[in-house]
């Protein structure tokens, strides 16, 4: 495998977007990538980072893409976006674990909505944490 490839198996089967939808992300010609997948490009190292981030990629998969590791040896394809298992999201949970099967639930359902719901969905979770935050200060 390739990193083309490799960054192809990514999007397909870990973030289920398309080239298209990449480029508009990462700013660039649905044909860039593309090129990058096929290995016609050679992908710019100051975008890996960027690409990171911006879809959060957890360090373990991030080095698999980047090594030309097997990604399923590294996390099974689950048709949920990933997450980085060694973060805590809250201090009220006693493993870290399951704050990752509560936002791995919600995200398997956010993955089944239209986009327009999505954002509707997380503007409103934006508002609610705020609500919280506000009630915390209080």
């Known amino acids: 495998m390739s990193f083309g490839s490799q960054l192809r198996e990514f999007r397909d089967e870990y973030l ?29 190292i100051e975008q890996l980072q960027v690409m990171k981030e911006l879809y959060n990629i957890p360090d373990d998969m991030f080095l698999a893409i ?14 949920l976006r990933t997450l980085d298992s060694t973060s805590y999201y809250s201090n009220g949970w006693n493993e870290p674990a399951d704050a ?33 935050k506000n009630q915390l200060r209080n």
């Open 16 to 44: 289920h977007i398309t080239q298209k939808q990449m480029a508009q992300d990462l700013g660039v010609n649905p044909g860039t990538i593309s090129r990058y997948e096929s290995d016609e490009r050679e992908f710019p």
């Open 66 to 79: 980047i090594l030309d590791r097997p990604l399923k040896s590294v996390r099974p394809s689950t048709g």
């Open 100 to 132: 990752e099967y509560r936002l791995r639930e919600i995200i398997a359902v956010t993955d089944q909505m239209t986009p327009d719901n999505r954002a509707l969905f997380f503007a409103g979770l934006q508002n609610f944490v705020q609500l919280f």
